[in-house]
């Protein structure tokens, strides 16, 4: 059971380096733009978050101020990709200042995942 918990702690951070390397290659390209594989790097992060949140009748006890601070992290990345796409559909550009956090707050939460024990 550890093993496939340790698998899934796998994909949460491959989750996180999608949505962060997707966002770097905007960044480097100089296009402020949300970008379809930021939204699917959100999402296995935000599964594989609530799946390691469940208690899989483990040794010791979750840590859950830290699984509170980091699902208040995504929701708020989730909210500045929201926001970003809308924007983007409707006038064609995202706020140069909603694309600049997100880099950002991805690499607090992934930070948080692996060092807050």
């Not at 909210?79 to 607090?108: H, N």
Request: aromatic share 8%; proline share 4%.
């Amino acid at each position: 059971m550890e093993i496939l918990r340790h698998v899934i702690v796998l994909v949460h951070l491959i989750g996180f380096a999608t949505l962060f390397g997707a966002w770097i290659v905007e960044a480097v390209s100089r296009r402020v733009r949300v970008t379809p594989l930021m939204n699917y790097g959100l999402l296995i992060s935000l599964l594989t978050g609530l799946i390691l949140a469940a208690p899989w009748g483990l040794e010791h006890d979750l840590n859950y101020a830290k699984i509170g601070v980091k699902l208040v992290v995504l929701i708020v990345i989730g909210a500045l990709l929201g926001i970003g796409s809308a924007r983007q559909k409707r006038t064609g550009a995202v706020p140069p200042v909603l694309f600049w956090l997100v880099g950002p707050l991805t690499v607090l939460n992934a930070a948080l995942a692996v060092i807050w024990r």
